[in-house]
């Protein structure tokens, strides 16, 4: 079964400074990935995915995520984190088989507060 | 504008009672999931429908109940069964049914038993 995991729970970094969010995977095939932004009581917006090519993503807001094969990971990086960036961030991976095609797994999220 | 609508924003239940949770899109869209979030557990898959009349259920479904007759519907009932409801509930739809794309989501509802 697939699976992610979001190895920070909360992260907290000063206005201005770069970002690193971590993303681990566990799929057997190629994998969709995605990276979701949620303000608090919001719904989810979508940053960026990954689908196939070039394994750099750029999104929305100025992040972006590398994909890594190798190290089954899609980290998602910022170089310069904005207040208005503090959210909680998951990354999803999308099943593309079997009968839960569609069906996307989320990671357990990583909340992001950032100081002025 | 498009986009998905979700009401109440707010929902209180006393134990024992089934409540419904709206959920209606108007991007033309094939498939509608929903999900449970709790602090610290991420999102997890309640039920999701591919076409009307169809739907399947997700990892969490005991306790849920849902339809699917309308297209643009897919309204989320919680029974009296589910033993810890107090959650936040997010709809989500994709274009196509039977491919991986980007899901776009509600702005959520918020339940709470008393």
């Known amino acids: 079964a697939q699976s992610v995991t979001q190895p920070d729970i909360h992260i907290t970094v000063s206005e201005g400074a770069s970002l690193e969010l971590r993303c681990n995977y566990s799929y057997g095939a190629t994998p969709y990935l995605f990276w979701y932004v949620q303000s608090p009581g919001q719904g989810l917006q979508l940053l960026l995915k990954y689908f196939s090519g070039d394994t750099l993503v750029q999104g929305i807001k100025g992040f972006e995520a590398e994909f890594k094969r190798s190290q089954s990971s899609f980290n998602l990086r910022k170089p310069s984190v904005h207040w208005s960036d503090a959210a909680e961030y998951f990354c999803a991976v999308g099943n593309a088989g079997g009968t839960s095609y569609g069906k996307l797994t989320f990671g357990q999220g990583t909340i992001l507060t950032v100081h002025p | 504008d498009g986009g998905i609508t979700q009401s109440p924003k707010y929902l209180f239940r006393k134990e024992g009672q089934n409540v419904t949770l709206s959920c209606e899109q108007n991007?033309?869209?094939?498939?509608m999931y929903w999900y449970r979030q709790d602090p610290g557990q991420g999102l997890r898959l309640i039920y999701y429908s591919q076409i009307v009349n169809d739907f399947q259920k997700g990892d969490i479904a005991e306790g849920y109940s849902v339809s699917r007759e309308k297209k643009e519907s897919f309204p989320l009932t919680v029974t009296s069964a589910q033993k810890n409801p107090t959650a936040f509930y997010l709809c989500?739809?994709?274009?196509?049914?039977?491919?991986?794309?980007?899901?776009?989501f509600g702005p959520g509802t918020r339940l709470t038993v008393l």
């Open positions: 989500a739809s994709t274009p196509l049914a039977g491919v991986v794309d980007t899901q776009y």
């Open positions: 991007l033309n869209h094939d498939a």
